[in-house]
């Protein structure tokens, strides 16, 4: 059972992709129990929820500048379990974009949540510890539903400090792509003497970030007419 001091957010994104030229539907469904459950139904009494919706739409636009609501933001409460669930759902025009020789369409998919929530020092060379929240899990799962099969592929990495555990993993099967990134606190602070170290650790977080699907246009536009 999770203890209340505890804090553990789950976020999901699932991006819809009909075609390559139609806009993307992305709904996002974030899961916050235990300390972080306590925090959010406070917050969704005091806080203009139009302007929350707002404000998360203009956070998007930096990964995906043609981005717009389609509907305001939607909270349940189950009070008995002490979980709280917010469900935002949005349209992305131009998700695919072409690389520099034109010859690819691209889609990049980044863990957008989990990257704004870890913790980053203000200073390498302390003096005093780096106070880290504990304890707290933060996961974001990504799913992409694409119009074609794609092939299959399958990756996992896992790197570990006194102060954390990460875990990622990606698998790509049919027409859907699933990604899965997992960060917990294993201690409340990084000792001054080690936050260069753990910076550099949280470096090696940072760069599994993103996952990117690339097909030739040429190549696809041929197998269509076929």
């Known amino acids: 059972p999770l203890k209340t001091t505890?804090?553990?957010?789950?976020?999901?994104?699932?991006?819809?992709?009909p075609d390559y030229t139609s806009p993307v539907t992305l709904e996002i469904i974030s899961t916050y129990q235990g300390s972080l459950a306590d925090y959010y139904r406070y917050f969704r009494h005091i806080a203009d929820m139009p302007r929350y919706t707002q404000q998360m739409t203009g956070f998007l636009a930096r990964y995906y500048p043609k981005i717009k609501s389609l509907a305001p933001v939607e909270w349940t409460d189950d009070r008995e379990h002490n979980v709280v669930t917010s469900r935002l759902r949005f349209e992305v025009q131009d998700f695919w974009t072409t690389n520099s020789s034109q010859k690819h369409r691209v889609i990049e998919v980044y863990p957008w949540a989990l990257a704004d929530r870890l913790p980053r020092p203000d200073t390498i060379d302390r003096k005093f510890s780096f106070?880290?929240?504990?304890?707290?899990?933060?996961?974001?799962?990504?799913?992409?539903?694409?119009?074609k099969d794609w092939p299959a592929s399958k990756d996992a990495d896992e790197i570990n400090d006194d102060t954390f555990v990460f875990k990622m993993a990606t698998e790509t099967s049919g027409r859907r792509v699933d990604l899965h990134y997992e960060w917990r606190t294993l201690a409340d602070a990084v000792p001054a003497g080690r936050v260069r170290e753990w910076n550099r650790k949280m470096g090696e977080v940072r760069a599994t970030f993103g996952y990117r699907l690339q097909q030739n246009i040429r190549l696809a536009e041929a197998v269509k007419r076929k």
């Open 131 to 147: 106070a880290l929240p504990h304890p707290m899990t933060v996961s974001q799962n990504t799913t992409v539903f694409l119009p």
């Open 6 to 17: 505890e804090g553990l957010v789950t976020v999901e994104d699932t991006y819809t992709v």
